[in-house]
């Protein structure tokens, strides 16, 4: 199944806001229905692809036959840009100028190089295609003339070494199906973000994603031990050892490059026995400051759930902690901040490593909510960009943003970050609702995970640009990086160009030209074009 064309996931599991909501929406933020339709797909007509037909041809050959080349409309208004807000909102309007020549479907590593050789002889760019969910403009290359490159057919599980603890997967994989193939031989991979059920592994790596459950699991760059990459000047292989002293490690290289180095064919990664035991429970703290103060200590000093987050105060009262709860009271009544922890692993340790935690967050001033609002949370935690698209539905402007820092910068990030959303919007006459969370916790520091919900006034992309770039500036002020997980797409290029400073910017152009010497791999994401 594809995904939604103008929105998230599985249409069937779209559902619009109860009545609370949209009466939330506008007495609180004057936020007033749509009114034109949304169009369908049917009647959407994109410019007509101007790639010659020797390029088609050429494509086709390196491809694998005719039927892996596709130039309908459908199909390339379905690989046009990602599912941020702003794509969303521009492709519902008819922006179209983002849209592929074609999209090509190699099946295997060799007629990726051969694609890729074709695409520089007739001077096509390339965007490596995964589940399209990217939220950062990581699918809208500064070219016009480019084919998308949908990894789909490479879908399959090569190997796994179950005296290691090793598998080899292929990029075009999405989430639950590796987890479905590594379960039948009872391993998982623990890496479950919240585009678990449309992302690939080849996006996992390529943007270095986060899983909900990374306090157990780890990141997914913590995972990955070895890469193969396609390049337009050959093959690039990395890892052969979970750990080496050879030089600097190449792998680093190409997680978080986000396609602008290469397209990643196949990745080693750790995998680990299938849990016995799922828990997940709530917890309630006074304020935002003492519940972060006891997710440090579990961070630092253990033990450490699974999982382990945190909402702030409007986030708690709004039930976001909960998005499948929401408009059914869930956390209205009760103040303070909700806190999740799960556990994971046999059940001896789960109930031990629950029990000694628990000790912990009560020492910090927390007071245990049972297993309720874990559980809600588990059973919504794929659901809050469908939430999303029913607020856009709505005529409201809901954007999420998510940044991190060490420890001692969270409360001024979180202050900062805060502040800017809401005196750019309030002062363009949109005053926000802004909520918070913190999504995943280290030794030494943790992620903030920020929520916008505003009317979406006269133009809405226009009219987040300047609260977008406000709320960009204070993170970089704050101390805190341009992205944790999201990556860096064409939305933070510039304020990672900062962030990595001229001399290591220069660095990567030096290998951006070594193994992409024409430039057409993604241009203009992650660095900025020449």
């Given amino acids: 199944m594809d995904m939604l064309w103008n929105g998230w996931g599985d249409p069937a599991k779209a559902a619009p806001l109860p009545e609370t909501v949209t009466g939330l929406l506008r007495d609180l933020l004057g936020v007033t229905p749509r009114t034109a339709p949304a169009p369908a797909l049917t009647d959407v007509r994109p410019p007509a692809p101007t790639a010659r037909p020797a390029a088609l041809r050429a494509l086709a050959e390196a491809a694998g036959g005719e039927e892996h080349v596709r130039t309908d409309a459908e199909t390339r208004v379905r690989h046009t840009r990602g599912k941020s807000t702003p794509d969303l ?153 979970p750990r080496s002293a050879a030089g600097p490690d190449l792998r680093q290289l190409i997680l978080g490059s986000e396609g602008a180095f290469g397209v990643i064919t196949s990745v080693v990664v750790r995998i680990r026995p299938l849990p016995r035991t799922r828990v997940y429970e709530g917890w309630r703290f006074r304020s935002f400051e003492e519940g972060a103060t006891a997710l440090r200590r579990l961070a630092q000093d253990g033990p450490r759930p699974t999982v382990l987050r945190l909402s702030d105060e409007t986030e708690t009262l709004i039930g976001l902690a909960q998005p499948d709860a929401i408009g059914a009271g869930a956390g209205q009544s009760d103040a303070g901040c909700l806190a999740i922890a799960g556990y994971e692993g046999t059940a001896e340790e789960t109930a031990r490593r629950r029990e000694r935690a628990a000790a912990v967050l009560t020492d910090c001033g927390g007071t245990p909510a049972g297993t309720e609002p874990g559980e809600r949370w588990a059973h919504g935690r794929y659901s809050a960009p469908y939430l999303r698209d029913a607020l856009l539905d709505a005529g409201a402007f809901a954007e999420t943003l998510e940044t991190a820092a060490f420890w001692s910068r969270i409360p001024r990030l979180y202050t900062a970050v805060r502040t800017a959303l809401t005196d750019t919007l309030t002062l363009a006459g949109t005053p926000p609702l802004v909520m918070c969370h913190i999504s995943h916790v280290y030794e030494n520091g943790a992620s903030l995970y920020f929520t916008v919900v505003s009317a979406q006034g006269e133009d809405p992309v226009a009219h987040w640009t300047p609260a977008k770039h406000a709320a960009n500036e204070a993170v970089l002020a704050a101390g805190g990086t341009i992205s944790h997980h999201h990556g860096v797409g064409t939305d933070h290029r510039d304020w990672y160009v900062r962030e990595a400073g001229p001399l290591g910017v220069s660095a990567l152009r030096a290998v951006k030209h070594r193994l992409d010497p024409d430039g057409l791999l993604n241009p203009g994401v992650l660095l900025p074009t020449d």
């Fill in 89 to 241: 909102l521009r492709i519902r309007a008819g922006d179209f100028s983002d849209v592929p020549q074609a999209v090509v479907l190699p099946g295997s590593h060799d007629e990726v190089l051969a694609v890729l050789r074709a695409c520089t002889a007739h001077g096509l760019a390339v965007v490596p295609f995964g589940g399209g969910t990217s939220v950062v403009g990581g699918l809208a290359p500064q070219r016009s003339a480019f084919v998308a490159l949908d990894l789909r057919r490479l879908n399959r599980l090569l190997d796994l070494d179950p005296v290691s603890r090793t598998a080899v997967l292929q990029p075009g994989l999405r989430g639950p199906e590796a987890e479905a193939l590594l379960a039948e031989q009872g391993f998982t991979l623990g890496h479950f973000p919240q585009s678990f059920e449309w992302a690939t592994i080849g996006g996992f790596a390529a943007a270095r994603s986060s899983g909900q459950a990374s306090a157990g699991y780890g990141r997914f760059d913590e995972m990955v031990l070895g890469l193969t990459l396609a390049t337009p000047e050959g093959t690039l292989e990395t890892g052969r050892a």
